[in-house]
């Protein structure tokens, strides 16, 4: 099909694929059930960023059930020790460790690794989830890309760096999540700034994963987390009702412990308004723009807005 614009909306590039995915490498030992998973399981140590609140929240709490231990960080204090008596009510206040951590100071990142180690030994489950939404567009901001980049980005970053080492020598296989966010990966307007610490979060954690594979003997794994519409205190704006469309905090934890035990690297999570074939569709017209040399977000160019619709629809219509 052609526009009126003259823009074909296919040029050999391959916008029906197949969508039936492989986890891009899976420990041979590892098991979808709980209680024979060699990571996700009672006794071991899970580490949280940004647990005082939404996501990070829900997972110390999961991980709790579970039987882990559970070591949680976050720059607010207040609201993280009133998390970390929720956990402790779960697993037991000896197996609670509350650290006040702002991920985006090194010496704070260093001090967190020797209280958990000193405490407990080892990190099995390491999940970098802490993270701003400050606004910064292309032009302007520049403090706000600065804080934005500072946690999203080097917060992980300095995490990874004084973590992971002493992950690898340890005995017992371990993982590492990095929240992520489609944000960065399909880039839609509205937040420059965000939308660019979440690409190189993105970008980061790839590169994790090989180097992680790679390494003889290494029993660690890497998985982008990339959670869909999830109603937190960043995305609700002050609002404590979820909206419809939104999943739960704890929906989205539930659905991205799962994929990880299925050994996936993207675990690309879906929501109540966009089911994952909406997003693998987005996601592929958005690798296009590339591909085909089409103008930068074409998605949302009125050149191209009635190409984009018809793509999801035959997309969507195939897939029935």
């Known amino acids: 099909m052609v526009s009126k614009s003259g823009h074909s909306s296919r040029n050999g590039s ?18 979808v059930a709980d209680e024979l998973h060699p990571v996700i399981h009672a006794g071991r140590v899970a580490l949280i960023t940004g647990a005082a609140s939404g996501i990070g929240r829900a997972a110390a709490i999961e991980f709790a059930k579970l039987g882990l231990k559970v070591a949680i960080a976050d720059v607010t204090a207040e609201k993280l020790y009133e998390v970390g008596k929720e956990v402790g009510k779960i697993v ?10 702002d991920v985006s ?13 000193e405490a407990w030994g080892e990190v099995a489950v390491l999940m970098n989830n802490a993270g701003i939404g400050n606004k910064g567009t292309s032009w302007d901001g520049i403090e706000n890309w600065r804080k934005v980049f500072d ?3 080097f917060g992980i970053v300095n995490v990874q760096q004084t973590f ?18 489609k944000q960065g990966i399909t880039n839609p307007p509205g937040n420059a700034a965000y939308n660019a610490s979440k690409a190189a979060v993105k970008s980061l954690t790839e590169g994790l994963s090989y180097e992680l594979r790679e390494k003889a003997n290494c029993n660690v ?38 994929k990880v035990r299925e050994g996936e690297f993207y675990i690309l999570v879906p929501d109540n308004e966009t089911k994952r074939e909406v997003d693998q569709l987005r996601i592929m017209w958005a690798a296009a723009d590339i591909a085909e040399g089409r103008p930068a977000l074409s998605r949302w160019h009125p050149n191209y807005k009635a190409l984009y619709e018809e793509y999801i629809r035959e997309g969507l219509a195939q897939l029935e």
Request: hydrophobic letters at 40%; charged letters at 15%; glycine letters at 8%.
């Open 221 to 258: 794994t890497a998985h982008l987390f990339i959670p869909g519409w999830t109603h937190t205190g960043m995305t609700g704006a002050g609002s404590t009702e979820k909206p419809p469309g939104a999943w739960t905090a704890e929906e989205t934890v539930a659905y991205m412990l799962d």
């Open 164 to 181: 992971v080492p002493s992950m690898i020598h340890q005995e017992n296989p371990a993982l590492v999540i990095n929240t992520g966010s």
């Open 105 to 117: 100071k090194l010496e704070e990142v260093v001090k967190l690794r020797d209280r958990v180690y």
């Open 14 to 31: 391959p916008m029906r694929p197949a969508f039936a995915g492989t986890a891009s490498f899976k420990p041979d030992n590892m098991s």
């Open 151 to 153: 946690v999203n980005l």
């Open 92 to 101: 037991g206040e000896a197996n609670v460790l509350v650290v006040p951590t």
